[in-house]
């Protein structure tokens, strides 16, 4: 199931439609968050200077993964804080769904350094699936551009 590459982008007429790819769904999480950022500048080019704590809960994994990337969204409207390394270090199951808690790393956005592609307004729970299996993880998601 997991892919060479972390995530490919699939087709959509207006938005953008992402499958991210893991070892399991820890991985493809992280693969997410990347090409959410990936969506919005060349990653390659956003050096982990800065370093923050990142916590989200989700009634269920589909609510994780939004609040997922929902906070780093977050952070980069509020700080102005490009995104580029994710590194999870858990995601456990709580008595009220499930908790995540991660290390992500960036530097301010630099518009002389930093190419910007499309803004990211939104994530969204369109066409969102996640599938499990011994083989990997798959996490699909819709950003509205």
């Known amino acids: 199931m997991p892919k060479k590459k972390g995530f490919e982008f699939l087709e959509h007429t207006a938005d953008a439609y ?5 070892k399991d769904l ?3 999480f992280e693969n997410a968050a990347l090409a ?3 969506t919005m500048t060349d990653t390659k080019k956003v050096k982990p200077l800065t370093e923050r704590t990142v916590e989200a809960k989700g009634s269920d994994k589909q609510s994780l993964l939004y609040n997922w990337l929902e906070k780093l969204l977050v952070i980069f409207e509020v700080e102005n804080l490009l995104l580029s390394k994710f590194i999870i270090e858990k995601i ?3 008595d009220s769904g499930f908790t995540l808690t991660a290390k992500v790393f960036g530097e301010p956005y630099d518009p002389s350094k930093h190419r910007q ?3 990211v307004k939104a994530v969204t729970y369109h066409q ?3 599938d499990e299996t011994s083989k990997g993880a798959v996490v699909k ?3 509205d551009i």
């Open 18 to 22: 992402i499958a991210a790819y893991g």
């Open 26 to 28: 820890t991985e493809a």
């Open 36 to 38: 959410m950022f990936e």
């Open 92 to 94: 456990l199951p709580t």
């Open 117 to 119: 592609k499309v803004g």
């Open 128 to 130: 969102m699936e996640l």
């Open 141 to 143: 998601f819709i950003l």
